[in-house]
């Protein structure tokens, strides 16, 4: 019998009031049930979001340098348990194991970094235009914060939008993917055996339109934080207009790399495999585009393709795997939809292009990594998000032809260039419409100390990580304070120096 695993409302570990279960399958081997979770419904988010809300009018008074300890225990637990957790998310969502001690690392690092604004939260103060009077400002944090976060991150992300949350004095309700719940009820149980007071942090688990919606919809849930796909992100978008609710999104990408006809092209290849296959193409950062000097088209590709072809496809607990399955059969289905739809629109498809399959291969939901050459920028394979290991190469014959490029899609978050020439990579640097620009690196690999996030239908101007995501966690509220024991009129009393 599956373990079964439950929400997390008010400080307690409870089933969902439908009594109904959902299965979380190992994506490399279906045959493997990792456990049952609750299927939950309005009624339980009600009772998280109540919990939270109750529980917030003390969390806010807690001094933040107090709150943050909770994140730093929360930060160690989580360094304890790194090598379980890893292994717990690799066999719930695929991604081979280094990768997912990475994502539990990027949670162990925001963890402490977010611990840090616990005694920085830094306002203003500044010179006031009246005597004895002073001015300043202060960040306050909003309330209940709901945070729906995705399967490909499954630690990282909750920890990109939890602990900023929990520090800035908010209480939250999470509600992870579907694909992912047991990565959640991990970074859930870190905080709770950190001593996180009931309440202050609560876990529903289910689906987006009974679950996500919900806590959408509710009332007493003054910030969403969401991220996942566009078209999912402008429905919430305009759920949260109706009552201008604070909403902070991260949605698509199509990222893409230049690569210059001075590259280093070593350097390039190994970006361009790290930025596409990594994460079997399931970061909202990868590498879906390949913008190459036709100077090095042929070289580039020709030195490219059997590096491809040679990633090891496996069990991502198997040490020697090097790119895992897809998440589960609906995305490889998608993504093998836009292989049919990049051959149909006329791009040579120059490897893989199907599912993988043989010996164990056969029980997952494995894709062969795929790259399509002569792709034009029409394309919808050079256009829509794929998110998954397919890569478009696109022939360029100058820096402003690969920048026009690259700007021509709806997205805008992660971008890279590979040159040895310093003024290409400035000016890159300045004319790229992204969030993130890589100079001789790949698309991916973020730090959780610079601004996260992008331009375009990727987001709606908000940023995590950094000291950025305070922005979204709290409202700021200006204060003067006037001493002079009289009452002083801004703008009207002028007896200053002015006369
Ligand atoms: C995501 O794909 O949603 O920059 C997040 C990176 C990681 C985070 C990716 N640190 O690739």
């Known amino acids: 019998m599956a373990e079964k695993f439950h929400n997390f409302i008010a400080g307690r570990w409870v089933e969902s009031k439908t009594g109904q279960w959902f299965e979380n399958r190992n994506p490399a081997d279906k045959n493997d049930l990792v456990g049952l979770f609750p299927k939950s419904d309005a009624r339980d988010v009600h009772e998280a979001v109540a919990a939270a809300k109750e529980a917030q009018k003390a969390w806010r008074l807690v001094p933040a340098p107090k709150r943050a300890e909770l994140l730093y225990k929360a930060g ?105 719940p047991l990565s959640a009820v991990n970074f859930v149980k870190a905080l709770e055996d950190a001593g996180a007071p009931p309440g202050v942090v609560n876990l529903v688990h289910g689906g987006g339109t009974e679950v996500g919606a919900a806590l959408v919809e509710h009332p007493d849930v003054r910030v969403i934080s969401f991220t996942g796909s566009t078209a999912v992100g402008k429905q919430i978008a305009s759920s949260c207009g109706k009552s201008l609710k604070r909403l902070s999104l991260e949605l698509g990408g199509k990222n893409a790399q230049i690569v210059m006809d001075d590259a280093d092209l070593d350097l390039a290849v190994e970006g361009a495999l790290w930025g596409a296959f990594g994460t079997t ?56 939809q836009y292989v049919r739809i990049g051959v149909e629109e006329g791009a040579t498809l120059l490897c893989g292009g199907e599912p993988a399959s043989g010996g164990s ?81 790949p698309t991916i690999g973020a730090e959780v100390q610079l601004p996260f996030g992008g331009v375009k239908e990727t987001g709606n101007g908000h940023r995590e990580a950094s000291h950025t995501v305070l922005d979204t966690y709290t409202e700021w509220k200006s204060i003067y304070v006037d001493y002079s024991g009289r009452l002083q009129k801004a703008q009207i009393d002028t007896h200053d120096a002015r006369g």
């Open 76 to 180: 160690r637990i989580l360094e304890e348990r790194k090598e379980a957790l890893s292994r717990d998310m690799t066999r719930e969502m695929g991604k081979v194991l280094n990768e997912t001690r990475g994502d539990v690392q990027e949670a162990i690092d925001t963890a402490y970094y977010a611990g840090g604004e616990g005694r920085r939260l830094f306002g203003d103060t500044c010179p006031v235009e009246l005597p004895n009077k002073f001015g300043m400002s202060v960040r306050c944090p909003i309330g209940v914060a709901g945070l729906i976060t995705p399967w490909n991150f499954p630690m990282a992300i909750p920890s990109w939008k939890s602990f900023p949350a929990l520090v800035c004095g908010n209480t939250v309700v999470l509600k992870p993917a579907g694909d992912t």
């Open 281 to 336: 193409g399931q970061r909202c950062t990868a590498t879906s585009r390949l913008i190459v000097h036709e100077r090095v088209l042929a070289k580039f590709t020709e030195m490219l393709l059997p590096r491809v072809q040679a990633l090891r496809l496996g069990n991502g607990l198997d040490s020697n795997s090097q790119v895992g399955p897809l998440v589960n059969e609906q995305r490889r289905r998608e993504v093998h």
């Open 361 to 441: 291969l056969d029980h997952g939901w494995f894709y062969k990594p795929t790259v399509f050459t002569n792709v034009t920028r029409s394309m919808r394979i050079a256009r829509e998000e794929i998110f998954g290991p397919v890569v478009a190469i696109l022939r360029i014959g100058s820096l402003e032809e690969a920048v026009d490029v690259l700007n021509d899609t709806n997205y805008g978050l992660s971008s890279s260039i590979y040159t040895r020439d310093v003024n290409a990579a400035f000016r890159a640097i300045r004319d790229i419409e992204a969030g993130i620009t890589y100079v001789n690196g």
